[in-house]
């Protein structure tokens, strides 16, 4: 959109010539390490972590000082992360707006000391940006509801670059042939991490429920990795499912998730949170797939049900089942709601309608219009 942008993350101000390698997002590795089953050591896992963000807060903010020596930024766009400042106190430093990126609460347990620190630092954030974007109006509403000003609130939805996802037809033919899916068999899909808030056994647990009521011509295709990948994983064995009606593989590159998408003819998100609408949805959308995602607020706030997508009982496989099958026994009905989901998010959830329109509107409003 023509403007000059610093991206700056974590990682930029550590060695990179470091033999240790963080881990990758989802792996489930890092969630196995033994101390972390110990439900004992939680609240000084939580506070060796907060720690650990407190030092590399002061590490950032020492950063941004010197990036912003020769960039010269109008404004500071921070993401909210529990324990971080060095965005907000270096914008006041250098005179500049602040916008918040709020994401959640992010101090949500008890047991830790630096709890008490973390809330407030939350509190004083939302106090003083001048901005704060969310993703949903769920999250606006939380918000306003904690007395935060509703006036310098924006709501960004999530959002997706059409050309980049859009449905490969070619590339998906040869997804299903490296599967031996054949091409009458309605396939299902998930794409994500195993996250708890993902609920992928949920879909498992529909599938057994389609098999056992008779349901012909319908797998299911998951991709991708996490904590919950092995729990999943026995669940499908357990049931029966696994290398039939339920294939699970590792995931993919961002560039190959469209391939992938092309290959499906129902996209599923079995579980979410219910705040904000995750990503993966407008890419499923993209890709003229029709999504059958919980029944919450932030979700309705992207697709309409029997239109645009298919809402179900969250946390519910029999309702979940439901709607799948809908969906796999009319082809006429698949196709006309991811014709109209395409039609939605070119028109409404590209970054410069959501994102860009926001930055947009703090630029014009705090920055006199200034690039």
């Known amino acids: 959109m023509g403007h000059s942008v610093a991206h700056v993350c974590g990682g930029d101000i550590f060695d990179t010539s ?31 972590s907060e720690r650990r963000d407190i030092q590399h807060d002061a590490m950032m903010e020492k950063h941004l000082v010197h990036v912003s020596e020769t960039f010269r930024p109008d404004l500071i766009w921070e993401r909210s992360c529990r ?14 707006p602040y916008v918040l990126e709020w994401k959640d609460n992010i101090a949500s347990y008890w047991l830790s000391l630096y709890r ?14 001048d901005f704060i974007v969310t993703e949903s109006e769920v999250l606006r509403k939380n ?35 490296k599967l031996g899916i054949a091409s009458d068999t309605v396939l299902v899909g998930y794409l994500g991490s195993y996250a708890w808030y993902h ?36 669940l499908a064995e357990k049931r029966g499912l696994l290398g039939e009606e339920v294939i699970m593989t590792p995931g993919v590159p961002k560039d190959e998730v469209p391939g992938v998408l092309a290959a499906l003819d129902i996209a599923v998100l079995p579980g979410s949170t219910d705040i904000i609408c995750p990503i993966k949805i407008q890419e499923y959308m993209a890709c003229e797939l029709p999504s059958v995602v919980p029944d919450y607020a932030c979700n309705r ?50 970054w410069e309608k959501t994102w860009g329109a926001a930055l947009e509107t703090v630029l014009g409003l705090k920055c006199g219009g200034q690039n």
């Not at 324990?83 to 500049?96: F, K």
């Not at 007395?147 to 998906?172: H, S």
Request: aromatic fraction near 4%; include cysteine.
């Open 18 to 48: 470091s033999a240790v390698k963080p881990p990758e997002y989802g792996a489930g590795s890092f969630h196995r390490q033994w101390y972390r089953r110990v439900r004992v050591l939680d609240p000084l896992i939580r506070t060796v």
């Open 83 to 96: 324990l971080h400042c060095a965005g907000l106190v270096t914008a006041r430093r250098l005179g500049v």
């Open 116 to 129: 008490q620190r973390a809330r407030a630092m939350e509190r004083w954030k939302n106090l003083e940006a």
């Open 143 to 177: 918000l306003m509801g904690e007395g935060v000003d509703g006036n310098k609130i924006l709501v960004a939805q999530n959002a997706v670059d059409p050309t980049q996802f859009c449905r490969d037809t070619d590339a998906g033919l040869q997804i299903r042939a």
């Open 199 to 234: 609920d992928a056994g949920r879909l498992v647990k529909a599938m057994a429920l389609l098999r056992k009521q008779g349901v012909a011509n319908v797998r299911c295709l998951m991709v991708g990795a996490g904590k919950e990948y092995d729990i999943t994983r026995r």
């Open 301 to 350: 706030e992207v697709l309409c049900d029997g239109d645009t997508g298919m809402l179900f009982c969250p946390k519910n496989e029999v309702a979940l089942a439901e709607k799948i099958g809908i969906l796999v026994g009319d082809r006429e009905l698949r196709e006309r709601i991811g014709r109209k989901a395409r039609e939605v998010v070119a028109r409404q959830f590209t």
